[in-house]
């Protein structure tokens, strides 16, 4: 069984530039959740996609955007990078939301 | 709104000494509460969840709903429980885990 895989596991962007971050979710779960986790502080709520429809959205705006693919994985987009986007982005899925298995993060950088 | 506070950021203690990890939530009916652990260099996983009334690591906590609060505790700290620690709940209307600042145990030897 394989845990949740996120890549890449670092990277710097300009600011204004536009980023794709990937998650690949564990074995058997279909439900994918995207948190923003900033120094210091808990990872905040992004949004969750189940059978590739996106299920709920936390408070972050439109230029955050999303995908889930049929083999459960997924994608999170950001566009007109901001420095304050700097963070660690983190990746977990689930089972129908139910026990959540995270991964490793993608430390994003924005200078 | 939903929210999880962790008034500690951080807490040192020494080999043996109990430990209290802190945790309040604003109040909304039943909530499911959990605890998860960071541990250096390591992924967030999660440790117990109130629901399963279970000791993991020899961590219990208890959901006090009069007090709004879902304590972490261990009666003897070991140097391998040095780690950051989140409280979280799950969302009443959705399945998202609304999560606390955290608090980094240090257990001295």
């Known amino acids: 069984e394989t845990g949740v895989t996120q890549s890449p596991t670092h990277l710097i962007k300009t600011r204004g530039q536009q980023v794709t971050l990937r998650c690949s979710s564990q074995?058997?779960?279909?439900?994918v959740s995207w948190y923003q986790q900033a120094l210091g502080q808990g990872p905040q709520f992004i949004f969750q996609?189940?059978?590739?429809?996106?299920?709920g959205r936390g408070n972050f705006p439109p230029r955050f955007s999303g995908l889930q693919f049929p083999n459960y994985s997924s994608e999170l987009n950001v566009n007109a990078l901001e420095l304050d986007d700097s963070a660690l982005y983190l990746c977990?899925?689930?089972?129908?939301?139910?026990?959540?298995?995270f991964g490793s993060g993608t430390r994003l950088t924005v200078v | 709104a939903q929210r999880v506070t962790q008034p500690e950021k951080l807490l040192s203690v020494f080999k043996g000494a109990p430990v209290e990890l802190k945790c309040n939530y604003s109040y909304s009916g039943s909530p499911e509460l959990f605890w998860y652990v960071q541990y250096s260099r390591q992924r967030l996983q999660l440790l117990l969840r109130h629901i399963s009334r279970e000791s993991i690591k020899g961590f219990t906590a208890d959901l006090n709903k009069g007090e709004t609060s879902f304590h972490l505790k261990k009666p003897f700290a070991q140097e391998e429980d040095s780690a950051m620690y989140y409280c979280?709940?799950?969302?009443?209307?959705?399945?998202?885990?609304?999560f606390g600042t955290g608090t980094r145990l240090q257990v001295f030897p």
């Open positions: 074995s058997g779960h279909n439900t």
């Open positions: 979280a709940r799950r969302s009443y209307n959705t399945d998202k885990l609304i």
């Open positions: 996609y189940y059978r590739e429809e996106e299920n």
């Open positions: 977990a899925s689930s089972l129908g939301g139910d026990g959540y298995t």
